[in-house]
């Protein structure tokens, strides 16, 4: 088992900035996939940004030039930079740890509300 914990979401104004932290409960050295995905009520969820194997990031389409994923793995934390929020980036952000198909984990989620 491990446990996420997720902080740092709020409310922030259009424009704005904010960084979620994850701070996993096992070592994120070298895990195949971890990082972020978001849910907007009535939606999917859909990737945010996620390190896909050693220092690979993919990023979703829509956040691509604003947002920024990072690492401190003696911390075992997961960052998100979040800059240039829009109402749109509205959602609850939930961090992801996949080690194989069977031992995965998702944390409790933290909601970012962008609006003025």
């Known amino acids: 088992q491990v446990q996420l914990v997720e902080s740092g979401g709020g409310l922030v104004q259009p424009g704005g900035s904010l960084r979620l932290s994850c701070a996993a409960s096992?070592?994120?050295?070298?895990?195949?996939?971890m990082g972020w995905y978001r849910q907007a009520p009535g939606k999917q969820r859909e990737l945010v940004a996620v390190?896909?194997?050693?220092?690979?990031?993919n990023y979703g389409d829509s956040v691509k030039g604003r947002f920024t994923i990072s690492r401190d793995n003696a911390k075992n934390t997961v960052y998100l930079q979040m800059n240039s929020l829009k109402p749109e980036d509205t959602a609850v952000y939930y961090c992801?740890?996949?080690?194989?198909?069977?031992?995965?984990?998702w944390g409790q989620g933290t909601q970012v509300t962008v609006s003025s």
């Open positions: 992801y740890y996949h080690l194989t198909p069977s031992e995965n984990f």
């Open positions: 096992r070592s994120i050295f070298n895990i195949p996939l």
């Open positions: 390190f896909a194997g050693g220092s690979t990031t």
